[in-house]
C-alpha cells in the first residue's frame, strides 16, 4: 500500500524524542509498504529552535530517519484561542506539502495520528483524493480535548468522517464510542515495543553503563513535562517516602514545565534525590528501565504508555495512576495503581512494592513493532481494497449531479461573469458541435476499466466507430495500456482529472496540479500534449473555470447525457437510444467504467449511417 502519515507527533530537530512510537510504526510499515509524512512543527517551536539553534539533529536521529519521507511543514495558529479551528489553520499550513507530496505520489489511504487538528486535515484530504482515512486516537485527544464543548463537536466530526478510528487501547475504544461513534469501525490495536532494544537485563550492569551509583533504590519517570502528566504530584509524593534518603527519583524529559519543576525541587530541598536527567535517546532508554527498581507515573489521563510497556518489556514493575489504559497493562501481582492526583497513595503503593521486594520474572510479553505494524495493516488492507473496487469506486459520488449549486453560484454577478467568460472565450469551452458538421461525437469518461474499456474498444473496432475517452490520471497510472490502446485504435484521449475530486469541494490548486499530473502522465504513455479537460461531474465554479481558461485548457462538456450511470441494464439503456434520435454536432456522455455503453455501439453505428452522420473524435471540432 502507499501511505500518507499525517502527525505531528513525530521526531523532530527541535524534538528528536516526540512521538518515536509513530516512528516505529513508520519503519515497521516502511518494510512492506510505501510511506510518505507529514509532521507540521508550531511555528512556535520554529521559532524557539532558531533562538536555541536546536537545528543541529542528533545522528541518533538521522540514522532513524533515514530513507523516510518527511516533510516538516510549519503550523501558523493563533496560541490557545480559536483552538476549534485548528483543523483549519493546519490545513492550510500543510497544503503546500500535500500538493509536493501528491504531485508524485497517490496514497491509497491517509493516516492521522491524534483526532484533532491532525485527523481533521487527513478526513478532509481522504476525501478530496477519494481514499480511506484512518485516524490513531492517543489518548487525550478523545479524553482531554473534548471537554470543551466545541472542540468535542470538531473532534465527533473527525471520527465520524474517518473510516476507521484505531484506538490504543480497549479503555480508548470505549471513550471514542461514548463519543457516538459507531463501533465497528473502531479497532484496538496495541502499539509495538521495539524487541531489539527492550529486554530484560543485569541491572547492576545497566547502572554502569549509564553511570549511577550501583546501591540503593531508583525510581524512573520518563515523558513530556506537561500537566497531564502530573509530575508535581509525583514531587509531593516523595516526601512521604519511607527511608527517603534511600530513594533516587529520575525525571527523564523536557518540556514546558521543566523549569518550574526544577525550582520547586530545589526550594525544598529535594535536589540531592531528584534528578532532572533531560531527554534520554530511544536506546539508552533500555539501559534506565533494566537499572531503576520501578517505573512510576503519575498521569490524569493516559492512552496506553509507552512507557509502561516499554518498561515491562525490560522486567521493570511500575507504579502508576488507574487512567486510561493503563489497567489493561498491570499485572496484579507486581504493578500498583492509585487514583490520580493523590500524592499519598501515590507514595504508599511505591512503598509496598518495595516492600515486597525482588522484580517481574513473567511480566506479560508485548508486541514488536513488526507485529504491530501487520496489525495495523489488517485494518487498513479492507478499507482499501474496498475503496479500490472497481466496480465501486469511492471518487464517484452516485451520478454526476452533485445537487444544488454552491452560494457563490448562485450569486447573480458570478453567473454573469460565468457567461461572459463562456461567450468571449468559446473555443475553450465546448458542450455541443456544430450543426453543419455531420458529425456526433461519443465521449467515455471515468475510465479505463481493465474489463469494460478493453471490451468497449473491440466493440467500437468492429463498427469502425472513434471516440473521446477521458481518463482519470489514478487508473491511466494503473493500466497505462489500456491508454496506449485507446491511442494507437484511433480514438483520443482526455483528460478527466488525477483523483476525480468534485470540483466544488476542492481547491483551485489542488484541481489544477491534479490536472496537470495526469497531463504529464498521459504524455508520457501516448506521446502527444494539450489533452482535452472534462471536469469530474462537468462541475466547475466561476473562478476555477477562469483559472483554466487563463491556463489555454480546452474544456469538454456534454449536451447528451444518457444517465448510463442510473441504468440498472443495458437494455434500459439502449431504449433511452431508441427514442431520442441523433443530431449532427451532438457531444454524447458515456461511461466505460460500466458494462453498457458496449451493447448501445452497434445501434448507434446503424442509426447513424441512415442519417448520414459519422463518430468522430472531439479534437475534429477544433480543427
Ligand atoms: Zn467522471
Known amino acids: ?83 476549534n479551528a485548528y483543523g483549519l489553520f493546519l490545513w492550510h499550513s500543510v497544503k503546500q506539502s500535500i500538493r509536493r507530496i501528491l504531485s508524485s505520489f497517490s496514497p491509497d489511504a491517509v493516516i492521522a495520528y491524534w483526532a484533532h487538528p491532525d485527523g481533521a486535515v487527513a478526513t478532509r484530504l481522504a476525501k478530496i483524493i477519494g481514499v480511506p482515512a484512518v485516524v490513531i486516537v492517543g489518548g487525550s485527544d478523545v479524553l482531554l480535548l473534548t471537554k470543551n464543548r466545541r472542540r468535542r463537536a470538531q473532534i465527533q466530526k473527525v471520527l465520524q468522517d474517518a473510516h476507521a478510528v484505531v484506538a490504543v487501547s480497549r479503555d480508548l475504544k470505549n471513550k471514542t464510542m461514548d463519543l457516538g461513534i459507531d463501533e465497528a469501525k473502531v479497532h484496538v490495536w496495541h502499539q509495538g515495543v521495539d524487541e531489539r532494544l527492550f529486554f530484560p537485563g543485569s541491572r547492576a550492569e545497566a547502572r554502569g553503563r549509564i553511570g549511577i551509583p550501583l546501591t540503593g533504590r531508583k525510581l524512573l519517570w ?71 527498581d520501578a517505573t512510576v507515573m503519575a498521569s490524569y489521563s493516559e492512552g496506553i504508555p509507552n512507557v509502561l510497556r516499554e518498561s515491562i518489556a525490560c522486567g521493570t514493575p511500575f507504579v502508576a495512576t488507574h487512567v486510561g489504559g493503563i489497567p489493561e497493562l498491570a499485572n496484579g501481582q507486581l504493578d500498583r495503581l492509585v487514583r490520580p492526583g493523590d500524592s499519598t497513595a501515590l507514595a504508599e503503593a511505591i512503598n509496598r512494592l518495595f516492600a515486597q521486594g525482588s522484580r517481574a520474572d513473567s511480566l506479560p510479553k508485548q508486541p514488536s513493532w513488526k507485529e504491530a505494524a501487520r496489525s495495523f495493516v489488517r485494518i487498513v488492507q479492507p478499507l482499501v481494497s474496498k475503496a479500490q473496487d472497481l466496480d465501486h469506486p469511492w471518487w464517484i459520488v452516485g451520478n454526476s449531479s452533485l445537487g444544488a449549486p454552491r452560494r457563490a453560484d448562485r450569486n447573480v454577478w458570478l453567473q454573469f461573469a460565468r457567461k461572459a467568460l463562456v461567450t468571449f472565450l468559446p473555443l475553450h469551452i465546448i458542450a455541443q458541435g456544430p450543426a453543419m458538421s455531420r458529425s456526433v461525437y461519443l465521449t467515455f469518461d471515468d475510465g479505463p476499466h481493465p474489463k469494460h474499456t478493453s471490451h468497449l474498444l473491440d466493440v467500437l473496432k468492429a463498427y469502425n466507430v472513434k471516440a473521446t475517452f477521458f481518463v482519470i490520471g489514478r487508473l491511466a497510472e494503473k493500466y497505462p495500456e489500456l491508454v496506449r490502446r485507446i491511442q494507437e485504435e484511433g480514438h483520443m484521449v482526455g483528460n478527466h482529472s488525477f483523483y476525480h475530486p468534485n470540483p466544488n469541494s476542492v481547491p483551485a490548486s489542488f484541481l489544477l496540479n491534479g490536472i496537470d499530473r495526469t497531463d504529464r502522465l498521459l504524455a508520457e504513455m501516448v506521446g502527444n500534449k494539450d489533452f482535452f479537460y472534462r471536469p469530474p461531474y462537468g462541475k466547475l465554479t466561476t473562478w476555477k473555470l477562469l483559472r483554466l481558461m487563463l491556463a489555454k485548457r480546452k474544456i469538454v462538456l456534454w449536451n447528451v447525457d444518457a444517465k448510463d450511470y442510473a441504468c440498472q441494464s443495458a437494455e434500459e439503456l439502449l431504449d433511452w437510444f431508441q427514442k431520442r434520435p441523433l443530431a449532427s454536432g451532438d457531444v454524447i456522455l458515456l461511461h466505460d467504467r460500466l458494462p453498457y455503453a458496449s451493447t448501445v455501439i452497434p445501434h448507434l453505428a446503424g442509426v447513424a449511417k441512415e442519417q448520414g452522420l459519422r463518430f468522430t473524435t472531439i479534437d475534429q471540432y477544433f480543427s
Open 222 to 292: 520518563v515523558g513530556r513535562m506537561v500537566p497531564v502528566k502530573g509530575l508535581d504530584v509525583l514531587v509531593q509524593s516523595y516526601a512521604g517516602l519511607r527511608d527517603r534518603g534511600d530513594f533516587h527519583l529520575y525525571l527523564a524529559g523536557d518540556g514546558p514545565l521543566r523549569k518550574r519543576l526544577e525550582s520547586d525541587v530545589s526550594a525544598q530541598g529535594l535536589s540531592d534525590s531528584i534528578t532532572f536527567t533531560g531527554p534520554i535517546s530511544h536506546e539508552h532508554l533500555a539501559d534506565w528501565y533494566r537499572a531503576v
Open 1 to 83: 500500500m502507499r501511505l500518507l502519515f499525517i502527525t505531528s507527533d513525530f521526531p523532530s530537530p527541535d524534538d528528536p524524542t516526540r512521538g518515536v512510537f509513530n516512528l516505529h510504526l513508520v519503519r515497521a510499515l516502511l518494510e512492506e509498504h510505501e510511506i510518505r509524512v507529514i509532521a507540521p512543527r508550531t511555528w512556535l517551536e520554529v521559532v524557539n529552535s532558531r533562538r536555541a539553534r536546536l537545528n543541529m539533529l542528533s545522528s541518533d536521529l538521522w540514522a532513524q530517519l533515514a530513507g523516510i519521507d518527511v516533510e516538516y511543514p510549519t503550523f501558523y495558529h493563533t496560541p490557545k484561542i480559536f483552538r
